[in-house]
């Protein structure tokens, strides 16, 4: 045991209450904890978070994905500002793509919302997405808890905005908002039908100058779209707005668009059987990845992974035949 977990458990205990009481240095230093790979940290961070987790869940989790180029952190920064006068605590949660290089944030979040950053009742992290499936940062569910209970009433959650990032933002969030940009309704053929069925608010990003009149086409194909699809899991229908983050227009009509459906979601039970099955899904989602870090860091797993590997290589093994072998010889190792 490492001397900094000899000391640590103390440290955490202090840390819970510092938390609690809102202090932003304790905050950092929890998510740098939880966001560890080392064994011991991981022990650590599981304690704070058992101790964190009572005061956790009453925030509202909005979730905010889109294509690259779309405006993502552009809008976060007027809405947040928009949303601190009316006396909310927010917390901002961004996740960048990595560098290959260094496995780092390749994006600095504090540099791109430099006004809402100075701002003392908002809390901005940008973590990397490490190459985690779904362009999320590998533990941003337990940031997420650990800002709830430092008491910020509203979870902003930025995606990558690539790839599997809708979906994994859906099944993090309350709402989860889609923003696109003018011209994107010219296309809809090409749109996922998933995509738009995950979507609680979509809102047309850059609706003002030479692009007002193309984002109003856009809103409209949009909305025509949606009436045509029955959201998976809410009986609540989609909405479609517009807005400009360059004019500071739209904000008030999208906060009142998220309260009114955090309201009505409320009202009907679907907001908590929506928890519960994000909570369920956590759970599994969980075991994945430690069944998967097991399997890494178990040496005689390794060693017999190389050989099948260079078979799988040789054309002589499927990879399902090897993998089921694999799984075998840790079911037998797990029973020995």
Sequence with gaps: MSSFSKTAEADVLSDVEDILSGDRR??????????????????????????LLPHSGNALRIG??????????????????????????????????????????????????ELLSREPSVYIRSSPSSGVIGGLAR?????????????????LIETVGVGQSEAAVAELADL????????????LQGIKRGVMELADLVVVTKADGELTELAAKTQSDYRAALSLIQKRDSRIQQQVLSCS??????????????????????????????????????????????????????EDIQQYAIKLE?????????????????????QKLSDS
């Design 26 to 51: 304790a905050l950092a230093k929890a998510i740098t904890l939880i966001e560890s790979e080392r064994n011991d940290h991981k022990k650590l961070a599981q304690q704070l978070l058992n101790q």
């Design 64 to 113: 905010i994905s889109g294509s690259p180029g779309v405006g993502k952190s552009t809008l976060i920064e007027v809405f947040g500002l928009y949303l601190i006068k009316l006396k909310k605590r927010l917390a901002v949660l961004t996740i960048d793509p990595s560098s290959l290089i260094s496995g780092g944030s390749i994006l600095g979040d504090k540099t791109r919302m």
């Design 139 to 155: 533990r941003t569910r337990e940031t997420m808890l650990i800002c709830e209970a430092a008491g910020y009433d509203l979870i």
């Design 176 to 187: 989860f908002v889609l923003l696109v940009q003018p011209g994107g309704g010219d296309d």
């Design 245 to 298: 983050a360059h004019e500071r227009k739209g904000m008030e009509d999208i906060w009142a668009t998220i309260t009114q459906y955090s309201q009505m979601s409320l009202k009907d039970g679907e907001f908590e059987e929506k928890r519960n099955r994000q909570k369920v899904a956590w759970m599994w989602q969980e075991i994945q990845e430690q069944l998967i870090s097991e399997l890494k860091n178990n």
């Design 310 to 330: 260079s078979e799988v290589v040789m054309g002589s093994k499927t990879s399902s035949e090897a993998a089921a072998q694999i799984l075998s010889k840790f």
